[in-house]
């Protein structure tokens, strides 16, 4: 159900964007990388997490880079929390390896991590484990209305 939610946020929303299905698992950055055949940094890796009031937050960053604990605590003022394994489809509607920031079950609030800018074109995933989309990080931060944060080491 997943990929179908992802497809019908773009087509309400009147966006240019389409799923990219594969055969090949996607469920990681590194499987993501190789069945594109891109760069694993140009993966956009959706991470959620949840905040003391069990605010469920995604944060996007490019496939490599990892969280920083000290600066997700100066910007959130509490440490990171990741969702559950087994809390992940109910607060984001995507099942894990296929979290994306696009056809959520409930509205998040999104945040994109400064490495994103590194690239012009990243691939997200597309809501599920052998998906993807292909985005322009302008059109991602636009489509996301997402906040900018430096969050990684």
């Not at 995933?125 to 989309?133: C, K, L, N």
């Amino acid at each position: 159900m997943s990929l179908e939610t992802v497809q019908e946020f773009f087509l309400k929303n009147k966006l240019p964007l389409t799923v990219i299905e594969t055969s090949k698992a996607t469920g990681t950055v590194s499987e993501a990388a190789k069945a594109f055949g891109i760069l694993e940094d140009e993966i956009a890796k959706t991470m959620g997490f949840l905040l003391k009031d069990d605010t469920c937050i995604l944060i996007l960053m490019k496939g490599t880079a990892k969280v920083d604990n000290k600066k997700f605590k100066k910007v959130f003022k509490e440490k990171a929390k990741m969702i559950p394994f087994d809390r992940v489809e109910d607060l984001t509607g995507h099942k894990p390896g296929g979290v994306c920031p696009f056809g959520l079950i409930n509205p998040l609030k999104i945040y994109l991590d400064e490495t994103l800018k590194e690239f012009e074109i990243m691939y997200p995933a597309g809501g599920t484990s052998h998906s993807a989309v292909k985005i322009s990080v302008e059109m991602l931060a636009n489509v996301t209305k997402g906040t900018w944060i430096d969050i990684t080491k």
